[in-house]
């Protein structure tokens, strides 16, 4: 099933947050030399800004900071200064070069003044491995506060009418946050206010679980009977109960709830290793196929399988 799922994943194309979560999924396997040559090709394309992985000049303002993680692990493997100037043009890029709001939360897109949830995924992980603790938070809280009520995101707020754009509680963006936060505590375990952050985790994760559907997964959004069922979610959702059960801000339990959202899951995955069923590429707007969906269930398979938690994250280096 893996190198079915894998071997799909390769053949897809690839955005850059796709890149970035193919390669994070390569280091959770344990394949580093898979995640060296997947970062190397995100740094062929970096843009001018900084941007790692960029595509044809993509819309996207923070994507590409999902590729900051492998090109970081990159350099800590083979010492190459490449790797380091990338990854310090792709901070530099957060820090200051991309769009904000007034109180430092990105903007998700170059062209428009909207704060989305899978940013929080693209940049906090990313932020806090570099050292930049305090930007890591600055962006988990500028999305809670816009985004986040009754412990579901909405998927899109704009900053221009103060008000969500997309009020949709999307799986795939409460999926985003969840996942960034199992991600940043497993790269930086010392985080400052870990605590805080595990809380927000499980408040968002509870809230997603008692939406499942009674085949065990989700509807794509997750209060509204009225759309598709959808697999990636409970992918996201099994990532982040088996990374934080097993490191432990999660309680034991929560590993069980994983391995039963990933199982569900896994009957959605065809001959061809393709997961189906998921917000499907290019627009995530109905019924299809990922390269994240792809990545997310090797993420969770990879956190399943080794009980302690996903990837020993070898090779990354926290001092470029």
């Known amino acids: 099933m893996i190198d079915r799922v894998l071997t799909a994943l390769l053949a897809m194309q690839r ?32 843009a001018a800004d900084g941007r790692l992985g960029d595509v044809d000049g993509e819309a996207g303002a923070v994507n590409g900071a999902a590729c900051g993680e492998a090109v970081l692990a990159a350099y800590g493997r083979t010492g190459d200064p490449v790797f380091a ?6 901070l530099a890029w957060l820090v200051s070069g991309a769009p904000r709001a007034a109180d430092g939360t990105l903007f998700h897109l170059l062209g428009g003044r909207e704060v ?21 938070w600055q962006q988990v809280e500028g999305h809670r506060s816009r985004l986040c009520r009754d412990g579901l995101y909405s998927a899109i707020w704009s900053e221009e009418t103060g008000a969500p754009r997309r009020a949709a509680r999307w799986g795939g963006g409460n999926g985003w946050v969840v996942a960034a936060v199992a991600r940043t505590l497993r790269l930086v375990p010392d985080l400052p206010g870990r605590d805080r952050l595990a809380a927000h985790g499980r408040e968002v994760l509870d809230a997603c679980l008692a939406l499942r559907r009674p085949d065990g997964l989700f509807h ?16 996201m959702f099994a990532y982040a109960a088996l990374t ?3 490191d432990g801000w999660l309680p034991p339990d929560y590993a069980g709830t994983g391995r039963d959202l990933l199982a569900a899951a896994a009957r959605e995955v065809d001959a061809h290793g393709v997961v189906r069923g998921a917000a499907g590429s290019p627009h995530f707007d109905r019924p299809g196929a990922s390269a994240e969906a792809q990545a ?25």
């Open 296 to 320: 997310f269930h090797l993420l969770a398979t990879a956190a399943a399988g080794q009980g302690t938690g996903s990837s020993t994250m070898t090779g990354i280096s926290r001092s470029v």
């Open 85 to 90: 100037d990338a990854a310090r043009r792709q």
């Open 116 to 136: 989305w949830a899978d940013t929080v995924y693209m940049t906090v992980p990313f932020l806090a491995l570099s050292g930049r603790a305090d930007l890591a």
């Open 15 to 46: 955005q850059s947050w796709e890149q970035g979560v193919a390669a994070q999924a390569a280091l959770d396997l344990g394949r580093d030399d898979l995640a060296v040559l997947l970062a190397g090709a995100a740094v062929t394309r970096q």
């Open 220 to 235: 794509d959004v997750l209060d509204d009977p009225a759309t598709f069922r959808e697999t990636n979610a409970a992918q």
């Open 244 to 246: 934080g059960a097993a």
